[in-house]
């Protein structure tokens, strides 16, 4: 039962399907991995990833799909590349590490300011409302952390950021239920949480932010680039797109966003319940209507019982439970291909082990 | 037979090795693709990969190995980025398509100056002499593409540059022979031709030129990020350093790049050979003493006979022989996973096509 939070558990289906033709994709005689970028064989994975996912997200024909390298991280840099001239400033909402990672990134390519941020005493326990936000109607984009694998944060509805394009994050955040994606100028995942392997990074933009994007920039990080060549201006990670093709064809299966959202928030509901029937017992650092459907923070009353709790939860072949090391305590992370079955599993341990 | 020029054949056994544990890593009950890259079992395999590079290619200390995204295209804007300091130049040796990329990615970036091209009407077909470049003694650094997969020449031995850092492009050259290490300064490889699959880059750089490097650039594209946290600052493609890993542990098997080298030359030569006993039928572009053991370019004498050419070998299930658009003819790649029969059963169709 694995409830890593990135790399994390992928579907069986998708990893079964990746098994069965490892040596032999469509009866080619050759491996995914050795397929020519610019062969049918893999033009047709590399076509079909990025229409499922136009599909599964009715992401408008306005917008364009890119399939990039490099993670969140490196998006972290290109975003302010390409979309922040001189002369201009980018609003960044802080909500946790990785907002703070993207901000500070931000800064060494251009002007930013924080347009509202809910840290307290070095922890972020919620989202902030709209009235919080100190937006500059000027900006070049207004950047977001949609969801904060590591406080366990999630903003349910998204900020209102006017004409100025509201930029996000979504690394742990996309795929796992139906979003509105006109409402956002730019959008981007690393794959690892609920999309596929690691190693690829899907972006959404707008096609007028990237036909407006900066041209003083390296060729290779200008969105243009990977646009007009349908994200094969050079060797894309043939593997990971594979394995993006696998998974989405496994959420579509299941009858898509709608099914995936049900289910999960089901999957978070059977934890979340656990710990406030036992509030004496489990804590939760995180407000109510913040409360992440991704990832499920929850601590307990002294060191010695988290390091009991892991111990037991390990015997029962439950992983990846250990918080981040910067906050310590408990998270249980229930993307997609995180089964109901686990969660029941952990909401019954955690009933068991309380008693 | 898969001559693809990359992505390209991988060796069996790598493939064989990977589809036997796609769904459970040692036991550990998950694929490699949900471990974390902070967890035992992925560290491990990310290790082993890095220690495999060096043992193999006998990289000394003063140089570190990093494992980076973004293919070599990247490295095109991430060397200059971090070597090429304002007010300093760096130098160029164009000897193909790939070269001229770099040049011009570094012309985004800072001065670059061109020393040394073997360009004629558009076509690369010899690698220069040193007496032919014209070294800058104060350049930042000299780049050289040490074999250019589109025209089929490589680099015997590699330029004098002095106490000038050489850079050397090495996709389709690296761990295809042993090769002297101290005499560059740095070399990048995008992994999909002798090392892996697509969407991992490795990076050989002296230490050094990492701690000097530019501290102005994005923290993300700054090789000292990656050199001071082993290349897990963000998640690593972790499937495609698991596959290098595979794949070095059977370089290793089979003998190292020693055996690998006699292995390859032999591959080559029985091509060749075919090509100049039958010079009435089959042209050679390539000068002789720049002809690469990686990319055998060859031409017939009209378009009628090449397209013939392509639709019988195509019969005996031979794939990718067709040259890059940009120069027509036919190519050969026979990087390290490329078996020598699937090169004897080529020359002997070469004899059977010309009889």
Chains 1, 2 share one sequence.
Not at 62 to 75: D, F, R, V
Request: one cysteine or more.
């Amino acid at each position: 039962m694995n409830f890593n939070a990135g790399p994390a558990a992928l579907p069986l289906a998708a990893l079964e399907r990746a098994q069965a033709e490892l040596l032999d994709l469509g009866g080619t005689g050759m491996s995914v991995m050795e397929h020519s970028h610019r062969g049918k064989a893999y033009e047709a994975v590399h076509n079909e990833a990025i229409a499922l996912t136009r599909e599964l997200l009715n992401v408008p024909e306005t917008y364009q799909i890119l399939l990039l390298q490099g993670g969140a991280s490196q998006q972290f840099a290109t975003v302010p590349m390409n979309l922040l001239p001189q002369g201009k400033s980018a609003d960044y909402v802080l909500t946790g590490a990785w907002s703070q990672k993207a901000y500070k990134e931000g800064k060494t390519i251009g002007t930013v300011r924080v347009a509202g941020t809910t840290e307290k005493d070095g922890k972020f326990g919620r989202i902030p409302a709209q009235s919080e936000l100190t937006l500059d109607a000027n900006a070049a984009y207004a950047h977001i952390t949609s969801n904060n694998t590591i406080f366990g944060t999630q903003w349910d509805k998204f900020p209102e950021t006017g004409s100025v394009p509201l930029v996000a994050d979504m690394s742990s955040d996309l795929m796992w239920r139906p979003i509105d994606v006109s409402k956002f100028g730019l959008i981007y995942a690393g794959a690892q949480k609920n999309l596929g392997p690691s190693g690829l990074v899907v972006v959404i933009v707008r096609k007028d932010l990237v036909e407006g994007g900066r041209k003083d920039i390296p060729t290779i990080f200008q969105y243009r680039t990977h646009a007009e060549n349908n994200s094969l201006y050079n060797t894309p990670p043939t593997f990971s797109v594979y394995l993006l093709r696998n998974v989405l064809d496994d959420v579509k299966k299941n009858g898509g966003l709608a099914a995936m959202e049900k289910r999960n928030r089901d999957k978070a509901k059977l934890i979340y319940d656990v710990i406030d029937a036992r509030s004496d017992f489990y804590g939760s650092p995180v407000e109510k209507s913040a409360r992440s459907a991704m990832n499920i923070v929850f601590t307990l009353k002294t060191p010695e019982l988290e390091t009991e709790f892991l111990a037991e939860a390990k015997k029962l072949k439950m992983e990846g439970l250990k918080g981040h090391r910067s906050v310590g305590g408990m998270r249980a992370s229930t993307y997609n291909a995180v089964l109901p079955e686990w969660c029941k599993a952990l909401a019954d341990f955690m009933k068991a082990f309380k008693a």
